[in-house]
């Protein structure tokens, strides 16, 4: 979609689907510490655990540019687009995470019609 504000000014909007690569990677320490009898506490246990993967997902995605000519051939836009995608569920050792992925991208350009 787009339309005309003014005399030298426009806006352009979009919207669609994108297919999503995300790959991740976790790492996860947990110490177990011990004080017996009021004695500084000790290390007694550790454990170290991490993750890697790649997962593919689907998502949306909303656009809107708001252009302004600067001569016939030469024009400034600025653009701001949001993006989602299904979320992502990770196992790290005995935690559970899950990941939502979500953004916006804020973008300028000078640009030239030919």
């Known amino acids: 979609m787009s339309g005309s504000i003014a005399e030298g ?48 997902r ?12 600067l001569s016939q051939d030469w024009f400034v836009k600025a653009s701001l687009q949001a993006e989602i995608a299904g979320s992502i569920d990770m196992k790290v050792g005995e935690s559970e995470y899950e990941f939502k992925p979500r953004g916006y991208a804020l973008g300028f350009a000078l640009g030239r019609r030919f």
């Open 9 to 56: 000014w426009s806006w352009q909007g979009s919207a669609g689907f994108t297919f999503n690569v995300f790959q991740w990677s976790a790492r996860e320490t947990e110490t177990l510490n011990v004080s017996l009898d009021g004695a500084p506490a000790t290390v007694f246990q550790q454990w170290r655990d991490h993750d890697t993967g790649t997962d593919f």
């Open 58 to 69: 689907l998502g949306l995605y909303f656009k809107g540019d708001l252009i302004h000519d």
